[in-house]
């Protein structure tokens, strides 16, 4: 997965990391486990755009433009996915302004003197535009308590099926 992605490692999860790191080494297939992290991680990766809110909770600063943030087309938001392996996960996006998004940028001309585009219909004439950070793939609070829980079920699943 090209762009941005996301990988997470047991250990992320404080105290409970040792634990699963070692119970994971004997528990035979996590693939569900790990498809189970991704689907969190994606939902809310999801909600941030709903929320225009960035992993720790920060507002994204406005557009000019109005409307809802990061969410005009979709494009980014509906491009969200994972790709699992057998000992990993990866949650990102293979589009290419992801990065700019994520981390913010300055756009200058490359051949022209400005830059020419529209806000409203209207024309805008720049020598450069910053684009702010509004970052959307991270691990918050949101991600770990998720991943907690992903882990805490796939334990309880495992023990379940082994008193069988």
Not at 64 to 82: E, K, P, Y
Not at 140 to 152: L, P
Request: hydrophobic fraction near 40%; avoid cysteine; glycine fraction near 10%.
């Amino acid at each position: 997965m090209s762009g941005i992605s996301i990988s997470v490692d047991y250990r992320d999860l404080g105290r409970m990391g040792a634990k699963v790191t070692n119970f994971l080494a004997t528990a035979g297939d996590t693939r569900p486990l790990l498809e189970g992290i991704g689907n969190a991680l994606l939902l809310n990766i999801d909600l941030r755009f709903e929320n225009s809110r960035g992993p720790d909770g920060t507002p994204w600063k406005k557009t000019a433009r109005g409307g809802q943030i990061l969410v005009d087309t979709a494009r980014l938001r509906n491009s969200m996915d994972m790709d699992v392996s057998a000992n990993a996960v990866a949650v990102g996006t293979n589009v290419i302004y992801a990065s700019t998004h994520q981390k913010g940028a300055t756009i200058k001309p490359v051949k022209a003197r400005v830059l020419a585009f529209q806000i409203n219909g209207k024309p805008v004439f720049a020598k450069s535009v910053t684009i702010p950070a509004r970052p959307f793939i991270g691990i918050g609070d949101d991600d770990i308590k998720a991943m907690r829980g992903e882990v805490a079920d796939f334990i309880r699943n495992a023990h379940r099926e082994a008193r069988g």
